[in-house]
């Protein structure tokens, strides 16, 4: 049986003995090449590759750029893959030529990384070809074969860009002995919770959910995990689908997400609660109460017997081979840790920025996970609080920024700009970010963070509480295609879930709006970009009574056929009527999946007496454009 314990201690106490540089980093993470470095999952098939397999493909292609492109050296190269085997080859390939990888966040504008592509320097990119300036180096094109005993000459940095939410352009560098620091905070994770090195059948696996550009992929589920021999599990795509059946095909224990990934989950299994009949769901919630009980009563049974408990939703969503979660990257909702937790899935709360990595994690019983801390900071790492902020010094922050090309180095504290509270055990809280505090009438500040955990709104897209012209305002956004009966309960629940609040937490601005309050791929909301959006007139807001539904709009086909096909969609998707708009699309509106959608032509087909070529009828996604098409048919 693996020793977690021994193996951490061991390769720990090597890395420490290095000179704790990238080369170090790469040279015991690859020590046992025997160990499964990965396993890809399409879906019918998992494929396995080795420690020594993945080695032996970083040293081949390292020693292609070495020796196809011999001028270029101490150079940054932009790495343009997302998360996926190509990307660790990539990442170490850069790293072994005597190059410095710049971890290009593909989410990001396409022409805010050419202008951080410029800040820096870069010149070559290596991937795939998503339209960045620059030279290309193709992988196909890296097709050598590693001399034996050929010397590496090893770079001993890195950099990344940070999400973006501030509207600058900044870099973070990092160098090996930083991300050794980083490391070794493991021997202190391990000490405080000796949950995270549980296994399921000898093995730990970690599915890789988070982008491995991102500080908390990189480090968190990269480099922590794989520094120790374990296996990381890659997916194939990110349909919610792929996602929970890789988990259970592949035997995951670990996942580590942002809270949107989180309040996800917890949003389909209550709308699945919801469905039930009152005596049912009434039974769930008095489960809930049950098993958080247990646990804290006997923690590691208590885990057991809680997922046994809740099987039937357990058996659907992770199975019951978990061992450990953490959410981080911003604010999770109370209501979410407390639902995954009384499954049975341990949720830890986690913090950590780009300048600074992973600083803290709740490390705590299921008591100390509920109060929703980011833990105690991580020994390479020290926090003190001025005026509220949080501020942060240590051996495993970046030391070096680049901020709208200008370099600042970070030799004390750093201002991470996050509003916290710490208790008497040493714990910390985040409570919001500096720049979005709004005063009140009576001069309190308040966090729009700590509303927006209170506000639960069904049906919606999106929301944001903010400081717009000097009014604390609550956006929505709706979807695009709403009933009337929609409408009305949207806005009957944003009333109930105002009221609920204290006066000194109520918006005084209620807005809806159709556009987007994130930017393309964006995780969450930021709501600099928002105000950003709204000054510059792109995101358009309307009060309750200037929502146009589609009851508005001129229906110009039968309507009795329309009502069936509604009636027939509503009965496949498990809808009433008044949810289903009649322009609103079956797959990304409504939901529908495939199977779905050839039930949907089916019944039509049967109900109508009619033959539909889907090849030559494959638009046909919505209500009217259905019933349009039936027109002609019948």
């Given at each position: 049986?693996?020793?977690?314990?021994?193996?951490?201690?061991?390769?720990?106490?090597?890395?420490?003995?290095?000179?704790?540089?990238?080369?170090?980093?790469?040279?015991?993470?690859?020590?046992?090449?025997?160990?499964?470095?990965?396993?890809?999952?399409?879906?019918?098939?998992?494929?396995?590759?080795?420690?020594?397999?993945?080695?032996?493909?970083?040293?081949?292609?390292?020693?292609?750029?070495?020796?196809?492109?011999?001028?270029?050296?101490?150079?940054?190269?932009?790495?343009?893959?997302?998360?996926?085997?190509?990307?660790?080859?990539?990442?170490?390939?850069?790293?072994?030529?005597?190059?410095?990888?710049?971890?290009?966040?593909?989410?990001?504008?396409?022409?805010?990384?050419?202008?951080?592509?410029?800040?820096?320097?870069?010149?070559?990119?290596?991937?795939?070809?998503?339209?960045?300036?620059?030279?290309?180096?193709?992988?196909?094109?890296?097709?050598?074969?590693?001399?034996?005993?050929?010397?590496?000459?090893?770079?001993?940095?890195?950099?990344?860009?940070?999400?973006?939410t501030t509207l600058k352009r900044k870099i973070v560098f990092y160098t090996g002995l930083e991300l050794s620091n980083q490391i070794l905070n493991v021997k202190e994770v391990l000490r405080c919770n000796k949950r995270v090195k549980k296994h399921y059948k000898n093995q730990i696996k970690l599915l890789v959910f988070l982008p491995l550009y991102h500080i908390f992929g990189l480090i968190a589920?990269?480099?922590?995990?794989?520094?120790?021999?374990?296996?990381?599990?890659?997916?194939?795509?990110?349909?919610?689908?792929?996602?929970?059946?890789?988990?259970?095909?592949?035997?995951?224990?670990?996942?580590?997400?942002?809270?949107?990934?989180?309040?996800?989950?917890?949003?389909?299994?209550?709308?699945?609660?919801?469905?039930?009949?009152?005596?049912?769901?009434?039974?769930?919630?008095?489960?809930?109460?049950?098993?958080?009980?247990?646990?804290?009563?006997?923690?590691?049974?208590?885990?057991?017997?809680?997922?046994?408990?809740?099987?039937?939703?357990?058996?659907?969503?992770?199975?019951?081979?978990?061992?450990?979660?953490?959410?981080?990257?911003?604010?999770?909702?109370?209501?979410?840790?407390?639902?995954?937790?009384?499954?049975?899935?341990?949720?830890?709360?986690?913090?950590?920025?780009?300048?600074?990595?992973?600083?803290?994690?709740?490390?705590?019983?299921?008591?100390?996970?509920?109060?929703?801390?980011?833990?105690?900071p991580l020994p390479s790492v020290e926090y003190k609080i001025v005026d509220d902020i949080l501020y942060v010094k240590g051996k495993s922050i970046s030391h070096k920024i680049m901020i709208n090309r200008n370099i600042e180095i970070i030799d004390d504290f750093f201002k991470t700009n996050d509003v916290v509270k710490k208790d008497n055990d040493n714990r910390y809280y985040i409570l919001g970010r500096a720049d979005d505090l709004f005063i009140s009438t009576n001069?309190?500040?308040?966090?729009?963070?700590?509303?927006?955990?209170?506000?639960?709104?069904?049906?919606?897209?999106?929301?944001?509480?903010?400081?717009?012209?000097?009014?604390?305002?609550?956006?929505?956004?709706?979807?695009?295609?709403?009933?009337?009966?929609?409408?009305?309960?949207?806005?009957?629940?944003?009333?109930?879930?105002?009221?609920?609040?204290?006066?000194?937490?109520?918006?005084?601005?209620?807005?809806?709006?159709?556009?987007?309050?994130?930017?393309?791929?964006?995780?969450?909301?930021?709501?600099?970009?928002?105000?950003?959006?709204?000054?510059?007139?792109?995101?358009?807001?309307?009060?309750?009574?200037?929502?146009?539904?589609?009851?508005?709009?001129?229906?110009?086909?039968?309507?009795?056929?329309?009502?069936?096909?509604?009636?027939?969609?509503?009965?496949?998707?498990?809808?009433?009527?008044?949810?289903?708009?009649?322009?609103?699309?079956?797959?990304?509106?409504?939901?529908?999946?495939?199977?779905?959608?050839?039930?949907?032509?089916?019944?039509?087909?049967?109900?109508?007496?009619?033959?539909?070529?889907?090849?030559?009828?494959?638009?046909?996604?919505?209500?009217?454009?259905?019933?349009?098409?039936?027109?002609?048919?019948?």
């Amino acid at each position: 049986m693996v020793n977690v314990r021994k193996i951490v201690n061991s390769r720990c106490k090597a890395l420490e003995n290095s000179k704790m540089d990238l080369e170090a980093i790469y040279n015991v993470m690859f020590s046992n090449e025997k160990y499964y470095f990965a396993e890809e999952n399409n879906g019918y098939k998992i494929t396995k590759h080795t420690y020594g397999e993945v080695d032996k493909k970083i040293k081949d292609y390292a020693y292609s750029i070495n020796k196809i492109y011999p001028n270029l050296k101490d150079e940054y190269i932009g790495i343009s893959i997302d998360s996926s085997l190509e990307w660790i080859y990539m990442f170490w390939a850069t790293i072994l030529s005597n190059n410095k990888p710049f971890l290009i966040n593909l989410r990001h504008p396409k022409e805010l990384t050419n202008n951080l592509l410029d800040d820096l320097g870069c010149k070559y990119l290596i991937g795939k070809d998503l339209g960045y300036n620059g030279t290309l180096i193709k992988i196909e094109d890296l097709n050598l074969k590693v001399e034996d005993n050929y010397k590496f000459n090893y770079s001993n940095e890195l950099c990344l860009s940070t999400s973006a939410t501030t509207l600058k352009r900044k870099i973070v560098f990092y160098t090996g002995l930083e991300l050794s620091n980083q490391i070794l905070n493991v021997k202190e994770v391990l000490r405080c919770n000796k949950r995270v090195k549980k296994h399921y059948k000898n093995q730990i696996k970690l599915l890789v959910f988070l982008p491995l550009y991102h500080i908390f992929g990189l480090i968190a589920v990269y480099i922590w995990f794989c520094f120790f021999g374990r296996t990381l599990v890659f997916l194939k795509d990110y349909s919610s689908n792929t996602i929970l059946n890789t988990i259970k095909m592949n035997k995951v224990t670990h996942v580590f997400g942002v809270p949107l990934f989180w309040h996800s989950i917890e949003k389909e299994i209550l709308k699945e609660v919801s469905k039930k009949p009152k005596k049912i769901q009434d039974k769930f919630y008095n489960g809930m109460e049950k098993t958080l009980k247990l646990q804290k009563k006997f923690p590691n049974l208590g885990l057991r017997l809680s997922m046994k408990g809740m099987k039937e939703i357990t058996d659907n969503l992770f199975g019951r081979q978990i061992k450990f979660l953490i959410s981080g990257g911003s604010y999770i909702k109370d209501s979410t840790l407390k639902l995954i937790n009384a499954l049975g899935y341990p949720l830890y709360n986690g913090y950590g920025m780009s300048e600074i990595g992973v600083t803290s994690v709740e490390l705590g019983n299921i008591t100390d996970r509920l109060k929703n801390s980011i833990g105690k900071p991580l020994p390479s790492v020290e926090y003190k609080i001025v005026d509220d902020i949080l501020y942060v010094k240590g051996k495993s922050i970046s030391h070096k920024i680049m901020i709208n090309r200008n370099i600042e180095i970070i030799d004390d504290f750093f201002k991470t700009n996050d509003v916290v509270k710490k208790d008497n055990d040493n714990r910390y809280y985040i409570l919001g970010r500096a720049d979005d505090l709004f005063i009140s009438t009576n001069g309190e500040n308040i966090s729009p963070d700590e509303i927006e955990k209170l506000i639960n709104v069904e049906n919606i897209e999106n929301y944001s509480i903010i400081n717009y012209q000097n009014e604390l305002s609550l956006i929505i956004q709706v979807k695009k295609y709403l009933t009337n009966i929609q409408k009305d309960r949207i806005n009957e629940s944003v009333i109930d879930n105002i009221n609920k609040l204290d006066n000194s937490f109520k918006p005084t601005k209620i807005y809806y709006t159709f556009d987007s309050l994130m930017s393309e791929n964006a995780i969450k909301v930021s709501r600099k970009y928002l105000l950003d959006k709204l000054e510059k007139k792109e995101v358009n807001l309307l009060e309750f009574k200037e929502i146009k539904t589609e009851e508005n709009s001129e229906i110009d086909c039968d309507i009795n056929i329309l009502n069936k096909v509604v009636d027939i969609m509503a009965s496949i998707l498990d809808k009433k009527n008044d949810e289903i708009g009649i322009d609103a699309n079956f797959f990304f509106d409504l939901g529908g999946s495939s199977l779905d959608y050839y039930n949907l032509i089916s019944m039509i087909t049967t109900e109508f007496k009619v033959e539909i070529n889907l090849d030559n009828n494959s638009s046909f996604y919505t209500a009217r454009s259905i019933a349009k098409m039936l027109e002609e048919l019948v």
